[in-house]
C-alpha cells in the first residue's frame, strides 16, 4: 500500500544559505486535525467528519542540514467532536461513540495517531520543497509514507489518505449493507506551534 501526505509548512523563515536555523517544538500546538470518511450505498455523497482537539510535535530542521531535520505530530484519538451537519445530535453521539470504539480507532486500547520523521528532508529540486519520509501509526499499526513538504513555516495545513482496513479497521455498514463506508479515512492537517526554541 503506498500512503501519501502533502503538508505545507507555512510562516517559519528560511534564513540564507549557509545560516544556523533550528525550530524545536514541544508541547500544544494551536490547531486542528480532522479525519474524513465518505458513506456509500444509499448515503453516498455524505461524509463524517471529526475534529481532533489534541495535537502535540516537535520539529527540528536547519536549512544547511536538511538530512539531520526532524518532526513529530502526535494526535490524541479519543478528544474530539464530530462536525457532520446532515445528522441529528443524538446521532452525532453514536458516530462519536463508534469512532472510539475497537471497531475503528479503538481509543482505550490506542490513545495516539503518530506521524514520524527521524531520517530528515530530502531536497525536491525547488527551493523550500523537500520529501519527508517517515511512518504513521493508527491504532497502533505502523506504515511507511512520504510527506511532501513545502517549508515557510510552524504552521502546518496538509492531507493524508490511507486504507482503513490496513489499519485494521473494518469499514462500517448499516441497514443490512445498505449504508456502508469507503475504505479510506483522509486526515486534514491545520496546526500552528505555540513553543518554540532556535
Do not use: C
Amino acid at each position: 500500500m503506498k500512503l501519501r501526505m502533502a503538508l505545507t509548512l507555512l510562516a517559519l523563515s528560511i534564513p540564507p544559505a549557509g545560516a544556523q536555523h533550528t525550530a524545536a517544538v514541544t508541547g500544544s500546538i494551536n490547531g486542528t486535525v480532522t479525519a474524513e470518511v465518505e458513506k456509500t450505498g444509499l448515503l453516498r455523497g455524505k461524509k463524517h467528519v471529526i475534529a481532533f482537539g489534541s495535537v502535540s510535535g516537535q520539529v527540528g530542521f536547519d536549512p544547511a542540514q536538511p538530512g539531520k531535520a526532524s518532526l513529530l505530530v502526535v494526535v490524541k484519538t479519543a478528544d474530539f467532536r464530530v462536525l457532520d451537519t446532515w445528522v441529528s445530535d443524538k446521532d452525532k453521539i453514536k458516530v462519536a461513540q463508534l469512532t472510539r470504539s475497537a471497531d475503528v480507532l479503538d481509543a482505550a486500547r490506542h490513545s495516539e495517531i503518530r506521524f514520524e520523521s527521524w531520517s530528515g528532508f530530502r531536497p525536491d529540486g525547488v527551493a523550500g520543497k523537500y520529501r519527508v519520509p517517515g511512518m504513521l501509526t493508527v491504532r497502533g499499526r505502523t506504515q511507511p509514507v512520504e510527506l511532501l513538504a513545502t517549508l515557510h513555516g510552524l504552521t502546518a495545513t496538509g492531507t493524508v489518505t490511507f486504507s482503513m482496513s490496513s489499519f485494521g479497521i473494518k469499514p462500517p455498514t448499516a441497514a443490512l449493507g445498505a449504508v456502508g463506508t469507503r475504505d479510506e479515512m483522509t486526515l486534514n492537517f491545520s496546526v500552528s506551534a505555540v513553543t518554540v526554541s532556535r
